[in-house]
C-alpha cells in the first residue's frame, strides 16, 4: 500500500519521526534511530553540533544527510529573534536546507510554546523562504493561523516536552484535525507505543517523539515498538474503526438459529 507522508513536496514511507538528544552516545541515538525506521531526525542546533565546533563530534558523522532528512529545530529559544537567527545559522551549515521545526518556549518549567512568538518567527521565517514545521500549543484556531502563515506542517503537543503522559487533550487535536489542509504530527508528550498508536487512530499524519525512545531502558527495542505503534495505528485509521455502542452487539447471526 503506498500511503506516503508528504511535507514541503517531499514524501516519506515512515511516519515516525524522532529527535537525537537524551541518548547515552552517539552509537545508541544511531542505533535506535535506525531500529525506528524513521526518515526524517530532528537536531537542536543549539546543543547539537552539526559543525559549529571542529573540535567535537559532530553527529552528522552518524546520521548521514544522504540517509536522513536532517530538521534543524530551534530547541532552547526563548524569543522569535533568538528562533530566527538559530534557523539561518542551520541553513548555512547545511548547505542551503530550508526546512527547519520552530519551537520558541514559554519558560523553563512547562516548556510550553510561548504562542505569540512563535506566530511572529513563523511569519517572518516563511517571507525568508524557510518550510516551517512549527511546535505550539493543542489550540485549534492558533493551529489554523499557522497553517495560514503558510507553515507546511503544524505539530501540536500532546502534552508537555519529555513529560510521557501520552494525549492529555484529544478532542483538541481532532478538532485541529477537522480543519486542517496541512500535516498535522503530534510533538511532544509521547510516552510509549500506545500514545503513539492513538495519535495515528485520530488520523494525525505522524508523530515526532524523543524521550519516549532516548529514555526507555531498552531504547533500541522501544524504537522498534514505536515503528509498529504508528504502522498499527494508520492502519487502523485508514481502516475506520467499528462505531461504538452502549450496549452488546452479538457478533454471530440472531437469525437461522438451528432449534
Do not use: W
Request: glycine share 8%.
Amino acid at each position: 500500500m503506498e500511503d506516503l507522508l508528504t511535507i514541503a513536496g517531499r514524501t516519506y514511507k515512515s511516519r515516525l519521526l524522532v529527535g537525537t538528544g537524551k541518548y547515552k552516545d552517539f552509537e545508541e541515538t544511531r542505533s535506535s534511530i535506525e531500529a525506528s525506521g524513521a526518515e526524517i531526525v530532528t537536531v537542536a542546533i543549539r546543543r547539537t553540533n552539526i559543525g559549529q565546533d571542529s573540535s567535537e563530534p559532530n553527529i552528522l558523522d552518524f546520521l548521514s544527510p544522504d540517509k536522513f532528512t536532517i530538521l534543524p529545530n530551534t530547541a532552547g529559544c526563548y524569543t522569535a529573534e533568538e528562533a530566527i537567527r538559530t534557523c539561518k545559522l542551520a541553513r548555512e551549515l547545511l548547505e542551503g536546507n530550508n526546512l527547519v521545526k520552530l519551537e520558541v518556549l514559554g519558560d523553563k518549567e512547562t516548556l510550553y510554546p510561548n504562542m505569540p512568538e512563535t506566530l511572529k518567527a513563523a511569519k517572518d521565517l516563511v517571507k525568508d523562504g524557510f518550510e516551517v514545521m512549527v511546535y505550539c500549543s493543542d489550540d485549534p484556531l492558533l493551529a489554523k493561523e499557522l497553517e495560514g502563515l503558510g507553515c507546511v506542517s503544524v505539530m501540536p503537543l500532546a502534552s508537555p516536552i519529555g513529560s510521557g503522559l501520552g494525549i492529555q487533550n484529544p478532542h483538541n487535536i481532532e478538532m485541529i484535525l477537522s480543519k486542517a489542509e496541512v500535516p498535522i504530527i503530534v510533538d511532544a508528550g509521547v510516552g510509549t507505543a500506545s500514545d503513539a498508536s492513538i495519535a495515528m487512530e485520530l488520523g494525525c499524519a505522524g508523530v515526532l517523539m524523543n524521550t519516549a525512545i532516548a529514555k526507555a531502558q531498552e531504547p533500541v527495542l522501544m524504537a522498534q515498538a514505536m515503528k509498529k505503534a504508528i504502522e498499527s495505528g494508520r492502519q487502523a485509521y485508514l481502516a475506520g474503526r467499528m462505531e461504538k455502542k452502549s450496549y452488546a452487539s452479538p457478533s454471530s447471526p440472531t437469525k437461522g438459529l438451528i432449534k
